[in-house]
């Protein structure tokens, strides 16, 4: 082999070796959009960046072939603005709560998922094939905060983060504000609150408001008063609401589309509220409520009870018409629930059978939405 042909395949191996390197680091980084199409009904924008070394074609044993000296990669990027995601006519409602006031001593939502990162929490909500993050975040949220990541990963806001949890399962957060007992200020409170959420710019905007302890305050309301509230917060911008009737039911006047209720003793299926909400045209969501339900619930079943429990809980969703939450790792009060030794109640530290709670989460979905 003559040195020009020699230096020709020279060049193409190193061009291709450098295809090769970019491509890898593209696709591990996110970079490449790895074939997914850009989701139904968002905005997606590309942005091609090209490296050259060279220019034109190179000739081997008289091939002409394209440049070895030069590579294109086409970075995806979802910049949807879109109002909401859609949840479907079998939706999974799954409850993770990595960002929280409550139990801490934090004026603006922190980190309260010890020993998980956010990479960790975006693969979960990926693995379980959520349509709602029900209740991702409690209280005020600092955007620029700083969660925690792998020992390989960039940086990442809690802006970033709350995308990229959307964007794991294409579905939609519900963030928490709470009702809190009637005084002059206390609605307007609330309202504030909510404006604040979505003045954060989580892209897709989160579409529907989740407002706990309905059930313990909204009955110290005149109806006037709830009726006046839910208009200032559609004027904002919300296009609907999930309120908490566990321990009660208080009418909602037909705003709260979704509406959860607790499970009843004996963790088969909804307590008596259910009938108020069905009485409205809501959608009831069933859950355990934090802490003491989910404390008791732990403390007083085997983890084989437990998981008896949440089978028959998702087998029982049709004929009871309601929708179940899985209760996937959610923070508890510090030294208040002996069951918890991390602090958390957390599906992947519960096992039976060989396999853990989210493993069977991951069944009872498959199985029964």
Known sequence: MNRNRRSQLDKLGLGLLLILVIGYFAYQNGLISHGQSCPSGDTCTSTTVTTTLCSGTSTVFGQSILPYCETTTIISTHTSTSSSYTIGNNPVFIRLRPLDTQYTSCSKACWVMPGYTAQDVVRMISNLHATVLERYTSGAINPSYQVPVCSTCSTMTTLQFLDASEQACHCPIWPRVTMSAATSTSLTNLENAAQALLNLGVSPQFPILAIDLWAKYAGGYTQAQIVGMFKALNAQGWKGYDVNQCGGYVSSYGYAKYQDVCADKADTGPDGAISGVHS??????????????????????????????????????????????????????????????????????????????????????????
């Open 280 to 369: 409205e045209g809501a959608t009831a969501l069933v859950y355990y409520d934090f802490p003491g339900n989910i404390c008791n619930f732990i403390t007083n079943n085997s983890p084989a009870q437990q998981f008896a429990d949440w089978t028959t809980m998702a087998q029982n969703q049709g004929a009871s018409s309601y929708w179940l939450v899985y209760m996937v790792v959610q923070p508890l009060p510090s030294g208040q629930c002996a069951a918890s030794t991390s602090g958390l109640y957390d599906s992947n530290a519960i096992s039976s059978g060989g396999k853990t709670q989210f493993q069977l989460f991951q069944s009872l979905i498959s199985q029964y939405g």
